[in-house]
């Protein structure tokens, strides 16, 4: 007993830690691209890919954010209507990552309420990076970029939400990396965000 006793903690460290990492890298997932995020862990899921919640894995709901997915595939890559589509989902994205926060808490035996607030957190957090680097981008828009920079994105959060159910520890440090990043690019492109989001003001009061 003296001697299993370490062994049980130690691997329940290691179950505490990989589930905060599941949580944290699908909540930076999901403030990015949150429809993609909750179709392919249900896609995965119903693969047999790790350990996914089984609402999450029900057909009506990988069908429908399949859906919206693809909805969201064109119009994150058009110039101005994708600003327009992040703004609608400032509150929707960090919504969606905080459900599956507690969903992943729930299956994993973790807290329900610290998973809802981790993951919503980072997703708020990385929705708010990805929203205020559009801003910037779309200063000189021209599709292309806007195209590339949303398939980066795309692949991003699919590497990150794989690696979540598989290498839960990698997925979190590449998330947190390009959120850091994404920070640091958001405060050195601060001044443009500023005068895009005045442009945009400008805009809407001639409308």
Known sequence: M??????????RHTGDVDLTATILSTGWASGV???GTVALLGILGRLGVGD???????????????????IEFVADKVPYIDNAW???HT????????ALGVELAGEG???ELAGGLESGGTALASHTVKAGLRLALNTSPEP???????????GAVAT?????????????????TLLVLGIALVIVLARVIRRALRTRRRRRLRE
Do not use: W
């Not at 003296?2 to 691997?11: A, M, T």
């Not at 990150?160 to 947190?176: D, S, W």
């Open 91 to 98: 509150l929707i994205r960090p919504a969606i990552g905080s």
């Open 109 to 111: 035996g973790g807290s």
């Open 144 to 154: 292309a970029s806007n195209i590339v920079v949303s398939l980066l994105e795309d």
């Open 160 to 176: 990150v939400v794989a690696l979540a159910l598989t290498h839960p520890v990698a997925a979190a440090i590449i998330a947190g």
């Open 33 to 35: 691209n949150a429809y």
């Open 2 to 11: 003296s001697l299993s006793l370490p062994y049980e903690q130690g691997r």
């Open 52 to 70: 996914v919640p089984a609402p999450i894995t029900d057909d009506v709901v990988i069908g429908f954010a399949a859906l919206l997915y693809a």
């Open 86 to 88: 992040d703004a609608v």
